[in-house]
């Protein structure tokens, strides 16, 4: 941007400083407050607060279904991932190298899981899930499998969008170059197209990883016996106790999801991807 | 090598099967194995295992493995699941509105009360014949006293002038909120419409209208808010947290809450669910849970400390007069109160 020195132009520049910084305000206070809240030391929060201290993180490791449910929407949400990724880089590629009836349709299918409310896809799949067990015997209720297929559907629509908005940057000539020098379509999608999307691809892994980890509503229809996971545990906890602990896991969370990008950018530049 | 079985090894075979059934009939059978129980998580669950798994259920043999979901998670999954010859649940633990709702959709066995013998010390009022009830409380108005100066004695005392704008509901509590309006209103519990213009009176006067209970606790502890309806357990787990108010007991009657437990028709382990809930009606939890959560235990032996006694339980003479909801009215007008309150109420 070019500085300006009339009137205008510092009245402008202050309104545009003005906005970038209360956009960020509005994304960052509530990362604030949480982190605050999770070592003020009253269980009720009363402003100012009486002190603090560490207690609700010493409470959150000695509830074990907070370690539980960390541990197995660590495992969902990779599972979700890796799943998610084998089925739509696949699709992605089709979607934006052939022209064929039906493909805007096939696009928006795979979109739905987004427009649907989350909690109608989770008792939709566990109706789908008894249903099928009725007629076949199967005992897939309440299996992990169900949970982990309930998780690869949410990351669908991210990786079908990620992926395939870097693909169509891709210049087809390099594409072409390779085949005509001999390489089969598949040693070109590999060596030649993959590598140039792949900060695609590890974006799309990144926000697949995010959405299945802070997921509740599929979750909570499809989660087996015995199990839980981090939001499920958060929402249960707060049924029947109100205090700081909660903060403390949403801490947990939101250092893991931030170690997670602060990787990622080291090596891709997300924000040329996204 | 097929097996040849002529009559005579047949009739034998056939006579010690009956012999060894009939010295098995009239013998209570031992609970052993896996059972699920679908339960609310956090303190519910956790209570749950130290004090009913740990000490009874496990030297029996019988491996508890929770469920942990919300009540309306429950229900879906109980409907859904009713046409499977074996369901996910053994035991479901519900409000006593939910599984009101999934008996009357023949979701639950009836309680086979020889298998449950502590269901004798059951609160009779409490008693259904399709749930054995865990915990239970009233429905009573916290005040904080340095604020409402004198102690409540009605519902009709929130619409006092004097205490205009200070005055508070909650959002999720839309359905209590009118039963308690139509109980000084002329409305009964099988009838809440006389609630509905007495709200419009209390909306006049500036109530305040909280989303959540956590919502409400965080407005009586700052004193924005000095007195509302709330559940006597909450009220007992609010002044522990060291919250400024008392609790009231309405002059209309104290409505209970109830938490049930369940066994589903097509549970896979009956003989441990029903060894769930016998235990879950011990004196021992009973009192953890009075203890942890200040809920009232639904036994008439659980034998209290004098002081949880007062703190949790209610006072005789109001036990006589204990109301129950009409689960059947609910089911029929619950939706048509959710509209009127989101609508009407709050718009």
Known sequence: MVKGNSPSELVGRIAFHALVIGGFAVIVLPLVLVVWLSFVSDAILTVPPDGYSFRWY????RQPQFMDGF???????????????ALTIPASFVLAR????????????????????AIVIGSALYMMFVEVEIRTGLPITGSVWGLAAGHVLLTIPWSIRLVSANLVGVNPSVEEAALSLGATPLATALRITLPIVWPGVVAAALFSFVVSFGNLEVSLFLVSAGETTL????????QWKINPTVAAVSVLQIVVVGTGLLLTSRFVNLARTV | MPIELDRRLFTLGLGTSLVAGAAGMGRARAASGRVVVGTWGGDYQGLQQRHIVDPLLTPQGVDVVFDTANDTVRRTKLMSE????RGSMDVACLTNAGSYQMAANGVFDEIDEDRVPNLKHVLPKLRTSYSAPHIYTGRVILYNPEIITKAPTSYADLWNPEYAGKVGVIDIQYQTTIESAAMIAGGSLSDYEPGKDKLLELKEMGVRIYPTNEAMAQALASGECAMCIMWQARGNMWKRAGLP????????GVVLYVSDMSVPKNARNKDAAYAYLNAMLD??????????????PTIDNADLPPELAKEVALPPEVQDSFLVQDQEYLLENDAQLQDWWNRVFKA
């Open chain 1, 58 to 61: 010493a409470e959150m490791f």
């Open chain 1, 71 to 85: 541990a197995t929407s660590l495992i969902v949400a990779l599972v979700a991932t890796l799943a998610g990724l």
């Open chain 1, 98 to 117: 052939m022209a064929f009836r039906g493909r805007d349709a096939i696009l928006h299918l795979l979109m739905s899981p987004l427009i649907v409310p």
């Open chain 1, 231 to 238: 939001p499920i545990a958060v929402l249960q906890y707060l």
């Open chain 2, 82 to 85: 009713r046409r499977l010859p």
């Open chain 2, 245 to 252: 108010i008392e609790i009231a007991i309405p002059e209309e």
């Open chain 2, 283 to 296: 004196p021992g939890p009973q009192r953890a849970f009075a203890e942890a959560m200040g809920y009232a």
